[in-house]
């Protein structure tokens, strides 16, 4: 299944328009972007912490396309796709990516890795990454692949497709709710530029926790019998890859206190309304 879609991909990216150096940028900040360059051979190094991924012969242009519906972006020169990975949002937030090679067994032809460093060899002739093999299946764009995916090895292979999720990148946040008056009605927050893949609430011993609803948007803790009531949740949530700030509206119990800690920074009072908080958790 995946070899059809690299051949669908790679019949309409042949077709693909050049991008302005504008409208490149416009694109690049599109949500759900997957970026798509081919290379005629390569190899993966085992190292310390992950491998190489070494491209030969890369393709010229990197194109990108969305997925509601999927349409054709564009596509930009591959040095200039190289120098510009950190305005992309990659440098501090290293997209995943799933590596296609072509004519290989079912036990060897994917595996997902999570990029950084991109370096171009001299006259484009190679391509070479940091690649991490991930811990979790990621979402969005790249979930088709994990799904098939296989365990990374040290090895040469020939043509390939290297798929790299523009899309999204993670963040950790820990709430905590603390409310002392009995007409308390909980808490909770509703995001406007994230989207929960993962949660867990703890709730203070003898905390009369009632409910905790969660939806791909929000999540909400409300006490028991509007009693007074501490807990703390955590959320891993999704962002666009360019995005700096989490965003969206929080709830504080009333009579108690809110705070929030972004990425394991020191937590900081959360009041009721709407928030932006920086991604450095400062």
Do not use: K
């Not at 504008?22 to 912490?49: I, Y």
């Not at 171009?120 to 093999?133: D, E, N, Q, V």
């Not at 929960?196 to 409910?211: H, K, Q």
């Not at 995005?243 to 990425?263: C, E």
């Amino acid at each position: 299944m995946s070899g059809r879609l690299v051949l669908v991909l790679l019949a309409v990216a042949a077709c693909a328009p050049a991008l302005t150096p504008a409208s490149a940028a416009a694109a690049a900040g599109t949500p759900s972007e997957l970026f798509v360059l081919t290379a005629g051979s390569g190899r993966l190094v085992q190292g310390h912490d992950g491998f190489a991924l070494v491209l030969s012969a890369p393709s010229r242009f990197v194109t990108g396309f969305s997925d509601r519906p999927q349409r054709l972006l564009g596509r930009r020169a591959l040095g200039s796709f190289v120098s510009g990975w950190s305005r992309l949002g990659f440098a501090g937030d290293p997209p995943n990516a799933a590596l296609v090679v072509d004519d290989a067994p079912t036990s060897d032809d994917i595996n997902v890795f999570e990029l950084s460093r991109p370096a171009l060899g001299r006259g484009g002739r190679t391509l070479t990454f940091s690649a991490r093999p991930l811990t979790r299946a990621p979402t969005g764009l790249l979930s088709r692949y994990a799904r098939a995916a296989d365990r990374p090895r040290a090895r040469s292979f020939g043509r390939s497709s290297l798929f790299i999720d523009g899309s999204g990148q993670d963040a950790t946040l820990v709430f905590s709710f603390t409310a002392t008056s009995e007409e308390s009605q909980g808490g909770g927050v509703t995001f406007s530029n994230a989207t929960i893949f993962d949660s867990d609430v703890v709730a203070a011993p003898g905390t009369p926790l009632a409910e905790v609803g969660v939806t791909a948007q929000s999540f909400q803790l409300t006490s028991g019998g509007g009693a007074p009531f501490s807990a703390t949740m955590t959320v891993q949530v999704e962002l666009d890859g360019g995005a700096s700030n989490v965003q969206g509206t929080a709830i504080v119990p009333g009579g108690g206190t809110g705070t929030v800690a972004v990425n394991g920074g020191s937590a900081q009072t959360l009041a009721g309304g709407d928030f932006s908080l920086p991604l450095s958790g400062s």
